[in-house]
């Protein structure tokens, strides 16, 4: 039978994977995530913070509990906002962000940058999977090539460099599996101790 403090560990977990799971199935079917799907995960995310008893954060096997309403806004922020250059870029949609940012309301601040950076690390893995299954490496390479070439050019002659290229499009990759994929790699390691409260 599961003590308090197990039942807030897995009841968390399993609302956060929840809803992770049907955002990278929307994702991955429509190239969309539904705002339905983050807007529940965002009040979910801040009433289980905010209501549950006082922890180190619903993910720590040590002490699981809520940290608060504004350690869950701050993980918001830092979530969404580390993703925030790569949709400026066009790397990612404004669902792959909001996403991130539902994510870090289930973590505080700190968590949420271990586990932006793990979802890019992870985001990147994939993109390279992808283009190696799809033969589109080659591609890629040349279309970085003519972004590097482009930024370049334009810092000799002293204008703002134009990060957007009129290249053929290698593809991309779904990112909300990056996201889930990522966001689950940063549970298990936090759950295991790898990750310092």
């Known amino acids: 039978m599961l003590d308090d403090s197990s039942l807030v560990l ?10 992770l799971a049907a955002a990278t199935i929307a994702d991955l079917a429509h190239r969309r995530i539904p705002n339905l799907i983050v807007l529940a995960g965002l009040l979910l995310g801040v009433t289980l913070n ?26 918001m922020l830092v979530g969404g906002g580390l993703l925030l250059p790569m949709y400026a870029l066009k790397a990612m949609g404004a669902g792959d962000v909001k996403l991130m940012a539902m994510v870090g309301t289930f973590l505080s601040p700190w968590h949420a940058l271990w586990a932006a950076l793990i979802v890019l690390l992870t985001g990147g893995f994939l993109s390279l999977a992808f283009a190696i299954r799809n033969s589109v490496l080659q591609r890629t390479f040349s279309n970085l090539r003519l972004l590097f070439i482009g930024a370049f050019s334009s810092l000799l002659l002293r204008e703002p460099p134009n990060l957007s290229v009129d290249a053929e499009s ?15 790699t940063y549970l298990l390691m936090q759950y295991q101790g790898w990750i310092a409260v």
């Open 170 to 184: 290698a593809g991309r990759v779904p990112y909300g599996l990056a996201i889930s994929l990522g966001t689950t």
């Open 10 to 19: 897995w009841l968390s977990g399993g609302i956060l994977l929840s809803l």
């Open 50 to 75: 905010t209501f549950l008893p006082e922890g180190f954060g619903l993910f720590n096997r040590n002490g699981p509990g809520g940290l608060g309403l504004m350690s869950a806004l701050g993980g």
